[in-house]
């Protein structure tokens, strides 16, 4: 069965070597990269297309903003990620900001 994952904070450090290793998995179809910033996200992204040989179909962004109301949050993760997904885990490792 093929997996997904969301990692947050997935455009750098920890998070990006996270989905990195996520998204090299044979076992992995799916991993949302939750950031901030869409821009940071597309970079962190093609870096991992082209310094990593990540599928880039197996990557996807996610507007996350840890700082932000819980609506908001579900907003993001709604208009990101297809009803029904079921995501085999979480990352959760963004920091709260502000």
């Not at 901030?36 to 597309?42: F, L, P, T």
């Not at 870096?47 to 932000?68: I, M, R």
Request: proline letters at 1%; a positive charge; charged letters at 25%.
């Amino acid at each position: 069965m093929s997996k997904v994952y969301l990692v947050t904070g997935a455009n750098s450090g920890l998070g990006l070597d996270a989905s990195r290793q996520l998204a090299l998995r044979d076992d992995v179809s799916k991993v949302y990269l939750a950031c901030r910033s869409q821009a940071k996200a597309e970079k962190a992204m093609e870096d991992l297309v082209a310094n990593a040989s990540v599928d880039k179909s197996k990557l996807s962004f996610v507007k996350f903003d840890g700082s932000d109301s819980k609506a908001n949050i579900e907003k993001g993760m709604d208009e990101s990620i297809p009803k029904g997904t079921v995501l085999a885990g979480l990352i959760f490792n963004a920091g709260g900001g502000g």
